[in-house]
């Protein structure tokens, strides 16, 4: 530090030392700040908590309010139970096709829950993440592949993938819409990824239910 202090004040007592020490500086500032924009998300989790998706045709009775059907949907979803015609009707009616767990991308980038498509009412096909957790990341986005199991860029290359959206957040539940052209028979992961760093963080691999 003390050989440092010497350095700057012995820059700064010539006019081009003066111009080289502004010019470090100037150019020190841009890498400050994409530094911080890489690291600072490892720190903070960005949490959301969509309800489960409606689809367009579902009929909703007056009693409740659309949020209140989307609770009692995603409620039954997860807990298998059975409902009475009133909560049937507030219901579109969601068809699991595939789900798979998220696991870990290597030792640093991890993640956990589970991805689970739904074709809805209206024959649209949602990607849904419940209790979900990965490692957050700059510019993190979901992907969909034909691969079974990618472990790194290269599969994803080779297989082909198609971009959903980028990642709402590193923690919660979610929902994704697959693009009307895009069958469920062709996915067969989920992939969370790392754009700058074309890095796999977590990978669910999709099963038929």
Known sequence: MRHLKRLIKWLWTTRNGRITLLGMVAAAIPLLLLAGWLIRPLFVDTVVDEAFPLGADATIPEELSEDQARVMM????????????????????????????????????????????????DGSHVLRFEDFRVTNGPALFVLVSPHPNPGGRGDISDAGYTELARLKGN?????????????PDDVNSVIIYCKPFRVVFSVAALNAN
Do not use: C, R, W
């Open 74 to 121: 995603s409620a039954a979803s997860k807990l298998e139970i059975e409902v009475d015609e009133s909560m049937t009707q507030a219901m579109s009616a969601a068809t699991q096709l595939k789900s798979g767990g998220f696991v870990d991308g290597d030792a640093f980038h991890q993640g956990q829950g589970t991805a689970t498509i739904y074709q809805l009412e």
């Open 171 to 183: 923690v919660g539940n979610q929902n994704y819409v697959l693009p009307d052209d895009l069958s």
